[in-house]
Nanobody, 122 residues
Framework: QVQLVESGGGLVQPGGSLRLSCAAS????????MAWYRQAPGKQRELVAT???????RYSDAVKGRFSVSRDNAKNTVYLQMNTLKPEDTALYYC????????????????WGHGTQVTVSS
């Protein structure tokens, strides 16, 4: 059973920093893309950042220059370093991964974590 477990959320003042982590556990063959999404109350879930297995990284315009995504493939973990946080960054942050379960020929399945709350407030 593949699981994604996020950690690192919390309450921070505007201008502060947080680092989120997401670790994939269970039995699987490989991970392709890992990403962070977020969903604020009353809004749709939106993509924050992606990091593919070949090293391609992308950010949404809303976080570009403030957030940094990285992966530790040996630990099957993706991180999101969030700096200069703003109140509008307040949301439930979800980890996402495309995981190949069995071997190089199996389809990639999509997995989501349960989310970690980030609240930016003075």
């Amino acid at each position: 059973q593949v699981q994604l477990v996020e950690s690192g959320g919390g309450l921070v003042q505007p201008g502060g920093s947080l680092r989120l982590s997401c670790a994939a556990s269970g039995s699987f063959f490989s991970i392709n893309s890992m990403a962070w999404y977020r969903q604020a109350p009353g809004k749709q879930r939106e993509l924050v950042a992606t990091a593919t297995s070949d090293g391609t990284i992308r950010y949404s315009d809303a976080v570009k220059g403030r957030f940094s995504v990285s992966r530790d493939n040996a630990k099957n973990t993706v991180y999101l370093q969030m700096n200069t946080l703003k109140p509008e960054d307040t949301a439930l942050y979800y980890c996402y991964a495309e995981i190949q379960p069995d071997d190089r020929w199996s389809r990639f399945n999509q997995y989501w974590g349960h989310g970690t709350q980030v609240t930016v407030s003075s």
